[in-house]
């Protein structure tokens, strides 16, 4: 982890109708750095995260990402990856071709490479051997490991992690978030967990920021 | 929004109202012209001509009893195969839905050869055409002026909306979470069976039952080829716009027809009008019902019992209903294999052929053989389906997002915004199948035709109906498919920095592929089907389509016997293609779609 801001998040607001989510929200996170966003339901976690990919349009402020202002930088080219609370493995391909949308083609590999990537990825992940299996038939951990290696392979600049948690069994939970963080630990990639469970915070990140309602 | 994205939102839109507004606007403005009277005040001419009197009131009523028995025939179809797991329950709904989606004109020629001299009916003593025996009876007892007719009618069009019923009430009814029963029997206020069909059924499914009601109301209201040909002494106001409307559009001469045509199209649209509004109000209120749909892993049906009381009356029942549905279809596929051959000086009989299935593509009317005629049909199918599938993609998705943007939307202006930009381009996109097929030939002949007479020369040309009348089955196909993904998927590849075409083509299509197929297989069935709009735009030449080429050999004089086993094998041959589609459209159908076609 350096001392190099990777995300500064300034002041921002939004709000919906006569709902303000966010009130003048600050953040700054260092390059590497694994922090958890802890707060009560309705608090505005995921609608910081929805800001930061850009699926939503912040009122007032500004949000940098290495210290490029995002404003009118659209969700796909924001270098952001987000694993969502909900299962988000496209049910149309199978483990291997889920991989693959991740691996950008703009950086010169070819198909073999692409495939090889994946390979790795799946090797890295626990999950050796995966590539043709129907992402209906893996349980909810596998597929949680496959949606995270997914976004992992699309080289962001930033993880978001959207309660990936939540939906399961605590033993499971407890081997996936430990396995999760050495990942994002060896590739140094920096990383927003939103949460509700403090254990859950307290195991996964280097810092914990306390979200309340505005 | 981003120039492209808004440029895809409004393009459709504007291109669509272009397509069905401007002809119909035409098409009124010409007919006002050559009436020389207001719409309002053509109303009252319509009594006026022989062909006029009393087809209003000939068209309310047979809308109104059609809609009453299919309703009262349809609630307990769609009740046991909800409630009863019945040995092939899915293939059951499939083949009593069929109708739907076969051509008018097929139910037209299956229910004349039904009702004909060869029919089954007929050694019955029942004979609804020729009006002998019981039928002539009831007619010279109460004075009823073909009571056969009439009775031929509601038939057909009981067969032809059943399925609406079906679609409209099977799902929330298989969908009723059983705790919500079993509580409500546990209350004072639903101990009996009246009790909880007041206090549970009737709220629940009376959105429905009234959405299903608009629906059959508005297709027997503007149903014109069974009208044409089983009662062929009654008009109804679409059946006067057909007929009336080639003369309409010429001036001094054709202001009689003119009068009766605006004065017709101003009633039915009206009617339309207040049924639209009215099924939009119903399927919002429907919307409460969704809270009570069974979690994921729960069974609706109980085991059937075959040896119980009421068991054995719903297997009569449906097997009563069974035959009704496939009586039509195989009556016409039999009467292809029949031809009249004459004995002694005077009399006729019925013998089998095969000559009507070689005569398809020798038998010519109009210088049109049946083969021709299906090649055209094919390739009007085809173009519709070209268009019109991509059209109402690219219109469910926009209603989709709409609702999405009227969601997020930050300022209450903005919500307002794009809520009714949402509903009305929902509305847009359900007037051609509300305003008849006819309304829209009309407009495409009195007015695009009657401007640029060279556009009868295009071959596309009467595509342009096709489009219209398929265009809303697609929608209606993939817009609550699109409801049901997942957001987060399109999220999830716009941050792997998939673009939007990108994420369209690789994530949205493919998970859309079921849906797409149903809507494709739909949009051709109704294109070969369509029958209204083209009758009033071709009427019949070279390019004539298979059904209303059908229609044509059916209208010729009955000299020739080889006429209606030909017609009967081309309406075979239409009959089994639109099966093929079915099979298509039930088979790629998701679970649980209900309520929309």
């Known amino acids: 982890m350096s001392n190099k801001i990777i995300l500064e998040i300034e002041n921002i607001r939004k709000s919906y109708l006569d709902n303000n989510v966010l009130n003048d929200y600050c953040l700054k996170v260092n390059e590497g750095e694994i922090i958890a966003l802890l707060g009560p339901s309705g608090c505005g976690k995921t609608t ?12 007032s402020g500004y949000i940098k990402l290495t210290g490029k202002d995002c404003a009118n930088i659209p969700p796909e080219s924001r270098d ?61 951990g596998e597929a949680r490991r496959v949606e995270l290696a997914r976004t992992l392979l699309s080289e962001p600049k930033i993880i978001l992690l959207d309660e990936p948690f939540s939906a399961l069994n605590k033993d499971l939970k407890n081997k996936l978030i430990r396995d999760t963080r050495d990942l994002l630990k060896i590739k140094n990639i920096t990383a927003i967990l939103v949460t509700h469970d403090l254990e859950e915070a307290e195991l996964f990140a280097d810092r914990i920021v306390q979200m309340s309602k505005s | 929004m981003r120039k492209g994205a808004l440029l895809l939102h409004v393009a459709p839109t504007l291109l669509f109202s272009v397509l069905v507004f401007f002809p119909l606007y035409l098409g009124f403005t010409r007919l006002i012209t050559v009436a020389e009277l207001s719409p309002f005040a053509a109303i009252w001419q319509i009594d006026s001509r022989p062909s006029g009197t009393g087809a209003i009131a000939f068209t309310f009523i047979e809308a109104s009893i059609s809609t009453i028995i299919t309703i009262l025939l349809g609630i307990p179809i769609a009740w046991t195969l909800a409630r009863d797991n019945w040995p092939g329950r899915i293939y059951l709904r499939a083949i009593f839905t069929m109708p739907f989606v076969m051509p008018s004109i097929i139910a037209a020629v299956g229910f004349l050869a039904l009702i004909g001299t060869d029919g089954p009916l007929y050694p019955l003593g029942i004979d609804l055409r020729q009006q002998n025996g019981i039928i002539g009876e009831i007619s010279d007892a109460t004075g009823w002026e073909n009571p056969g007719h009439f009775i031929a009618l509601i038939a057909a069009h009981i067969w032809f909306n059943l399925a609406l019923t079906i679609r409209f009430l099977e799902p929330p009814l298989s969908n009723l979470n059983p705790n919500i029963e079993e509580s409500i029997k546990l209350l004072p206020g639903g101990n009996n069976i009246f009790s909880r069909m007041k206090n549970l059924w009737l709220p629940l499914l009376s959105p429905n039952i009234a959405a299903a009601s608009v629906m059959t109301f508005i297709f027997s209201f503007t149903s014109f080829a069974l009208v044409r040909w089983l009662t062929p002494s009654s008009y109804t106001l679409e059946r006067l716009m057909a007929e009336h409307g080639g003369a309409a559009g010429i001036p001094d001469y054709g202001m009689g027809d003119a009068q009766i045509v605006l004065g017709s199209a101003t009633i039915q649209l009206i009617t339309i009008m207040i049924s639209l509004i009215l099924l939009n109000w119903l399927q919002k209120r429907n919307s409460t019902a969704v809270p009570f749909a069974l979690s994921k892993g729960q069974n609706r049906q109980k085991p ?6 009421t068991s054995i009356l719903k297997t009569f029942y449906f097997i009563s209903i069974l035959i009704f549905v496939m009586a039509p279809l195989i009556a016409v596929f039999r ?80 919500r307002f915004f794009w809520k009714y930009w949402a509903r009305g381009n929902d509305l847009l996109v359900m007037f051609p199948l509300a305003i008849s097929a006819v309304l829209i030939g009309l407009g495409v002949s009195l007015g695009l035709l009657n401007t640029w007479p060279s556009l009868s020369q295009k071959w596309w040309f009467p595509a342009i109906g096709h489009i219209l009348i398929a265009t809303p089955f697609v929608v209606r196909s993939i817009l609550p498919a699109i409801r049901s993904l997942n957001p987060d998927y399109s999220k999830a590849a716009a941050l792997l920095g998939l673009g939007p075409i990108e994420r369209m083509f690789k994530i949205t299509l493919p998970l859309l592929s079921g849906p797409i197929v149903v809507a494709s297989s739909l949009a051709l069935a109704i294109s070969l089907g369509e029958f209204g709009a083209t009758w009033v735009v071709l009427r019949n030449g070279a390019s004539s389509t298979l059904p209303v080429h059908i229609d044509a050999l059916f209208s010729k004089p009955g000299f020739d016997p080889l006429v209606t086993p030909t017609a009967m094998a081309g309406a075979s041959v239409l009959m089994a293609i639109t099966l093929i589609l079915y099979v298509m459209v039930e088979k790629y159908r998701p679970d649980g779609a209900g309520g929309e076609f």
């Open chain 2, 304 to 309: 059937f019992r075959e040896m119980s009381f």
């Open chain 1, 48 to 59: 910081l995260l929805r800001c930061l990919c850009g699926f939503e349009e912040i009122d």
């Open chain 1, 80 to 140: 952001v990856g987000m694993v969502f609370q909900s299962n988000t493995l496209f049910p149309h391909k199978n483990v291997q071709g889920n991989l693959l949308l991740g691996i950008s083609k703009n950086k010169n590999n070819n198909a073999n490479e692409r495939l090889e990537l994946a390979s790795n990825i799946l090797t890295e992940i626990g999950l050796e051997g995966f590539e043709k299996r129907d992402v209906a038939s893996l349980s909810g």
């Open chain 2, 335 to 414: 009467s292809s294999f029949r031809i009249r051959v004459r004995t002694g000086d005077v009399g006729f009989t019925q013998q089998w052929t095969l000559e009507g299935w070689n005569s398809l593509s020798t038998l010519s009317w109009n210088q049109t053989t049946i083969t021709e005629a299906l090649f055209n049909s094919l390739g009007y199918a085809a173009l519709t389906l070209l268009i019109a599938v991509p059209l109402g993609i690219i219109f469910a998705h926009n209603i989709h997002l709409s609702d999405e943007l009227a969601t997020n939307a930050r300022t209450r202006g903005k």
